[in-house]
């Protein structure tokens, strides 16, 4: 029986730069160029090292994202299994003397919160997989579970009271580059990794493309959305751990509105929101985007509710775009036919 996880060979780098990622890097260019010109404060240290200590936690939850949608699914539940990771670090911490609880005790509460994390994600999967539940209701479901057992457990407020050698996993730097960037980067290699390198990466996008001929080709479709969605609630973890040392205070409805943005991210990331095409790397250029937008609108005095409707109306905009290069390419093609 082979590993899902085998190393698969090497494959030849392509030549030029991929459709995927021209589109993110164009927008990265427009981006900077706008408002650049728009306000002499945007090109500094400020407004980069804002975007470096501000991407993590929406990246990681994005990177919990990718995974579901590229095999043609979706995980609604993110930012709620994330919360739960952290109350579960919480309770571990307050359960050992709070602010005077010592590291065994935040090594055990983040490993139990990974586990948490990954049993939402096996629970999903599991229903998905064998059932075939639409991937929306279950994680849906899984959404409203998730927040009302931490409305439940926290009485709707927050916790806090955690020590102080928690604050730097979350405002520390490692040679200039803050820690949450490098667990970011770290993780964002790690799905780059997976994605392209091994057996489980290929049958992700297999199953995104077609599962009735992935399931034909011998693939064993159940367990592959199994480990996909256990891995997506495994990264959510990971966020939730880091929005903890942020935050320094954990509460069930942080990071509520960075759910649209993640879908947003990986369309504009080149995601193909019907699954079996997307890459880590392109997504990762979009994130960029997206902080740099944000940070820029609020440079020019913009509310962050604008912000947001502009990240909504982006989304639309990137789907037609997307749609009228498809109808572009078509043409072509039927060009070159006659």
């Known amino acids: 029986m082979t590993s899902p996880f085998l190393v698969l060979p090497l494959r030849r780098p ?3 730069l991929s459709a995927d990622l021209a589109g993110p890097l164009a927008a990265f260019v427009l981006v900077m160029l706008v408002f650049s010109l728009a306000t002499p404060r945007f090109l500094s240290s400020a407004t980069f090292g804002s975007v470096a200590f501000q991407l993590p936690e929406l990246g990681l939850l994005t990177l919990a994202m990718l ?3 590229l095999t043609g699914g979706l995980n609604l539940a993110i930012t709620f299994t994330a919360n739960i990771a952290g109350l579960t670090v919480a309770w571990v911490l307050h359960r050992n003397g709070g602010v005077d609880a010592g590291p065994a005790a935040f090594a055990l509460g983040v490993v139990l ?16 997989a064998f059932s075939r539940a639409h991937p929306i209701l279950v994680t849906l479901a899984m959404m409203i579970f998730l927040r009302g057992l931490g409305e439940f457990l926290t009485r709707g407020g927050d916790i806090s009271g955690f020590p102080a050698f928690i604050r730097p996993f979350g405002h520390g730097s490692v040679l200039g580059v803050p820690v949450p960037l490098v667990v970011f980067l770290a993780c964002a290699g790690l799905w780059h990794l997976l994605l392209s390198r091994t057996r489980l990466g290929f049958n992700i996008y297999m199953i995104g493309s077609n599962i009735a001929a992935a399931r034909y080709s011998g693939v064993d479709t159940r367990k ?13 973890s990971v966020a939730g751990i880091i929005m903890l040392a942020r935050f320094n205070s954990v509460r069930v409805g942080h990071g509520e509105a960075y759910l649209l943005i993640t879908v947003l991210a990986c369309f504009l990331g080149g995601v193909d929101p019907f699954g079996g095409f997307g890459r880590a790397i392109p997504v990762v250029v979009a994130l960029v985007v997206l902080q740099l937008l944000s940070s820029g609108l609020n440079l020019l ?5 604008l912000a947001t409707a502009v990240w909504g109306m982006l ?15 078509a043409r072509i093609e039927r060009r070159r036919r006659r």
């Not at 959305?225 to 959510?236: A, E, H, K, N, P």
């Not at 989304?315 to 390419?329: C, D, E, K, S, T």
């Open 14 to 16: 392509q030549q030029g």
């Open 67 to 69: 995974l579901p949608i």
């Open 113 to 128: 919160a990974l586990a948490a994390g990954a049993a939402s994600g096996l629970v999903m999967g599991l229903v998905i």
């Open 224 to 236: 592959v959305i199994v480990l996909v969605y256990t891995l997506s609630g495994l990264m959510c």
């Open 301 to 305: 005095g913009a509310s962050q509710h």
């Open 315 to 329: 989304l639309v905009a990137v789907m037609i775009l997307r749609w009228l290069a498809g109808q572009a390419v």
